[in-house]
């Protein structure tokens, strides 16, 4: 995962916590909702991220055990 993907997902998540909080504090439940979704966006960007960099390790892995036959 690129450091921009990054920080980028780790600003969603905690502008979504922050919503969040503020529609616990004044009973927004929109607004804790559309918190709630943005943390969950964040972190489905990271885990296909993490999926996306380690399918090409092993990419390049099996590229550098080819190369040595």
């Known amino acids: 995962m690129g450091t921009d993907d990054n920080i ?8 979504g916590r ?4 503020v529609g616990d504090v004044t009973g927004d439940e929109d607004l804790r909702a559309e918190g709630q979704e943005q943390q969950g966006a964040a972190k489905a960007r990271e885990v296909a991220d993490e999926a ?3 399918a090409t390790e092993a990419i ?7 190369k040595r036959d």
Request: glycine content about 4%.
């Open 60 to 66: 390049n892995k099996i590229k550098g055990a080819s």
């Open 52 to 54: 996306k960099d380690k």
């Open 8 to 15: 980028r997902n780790k600003a969603e998540k905690a502008t």
């Open 18 to 21: 922050a919503k969040e909080k």
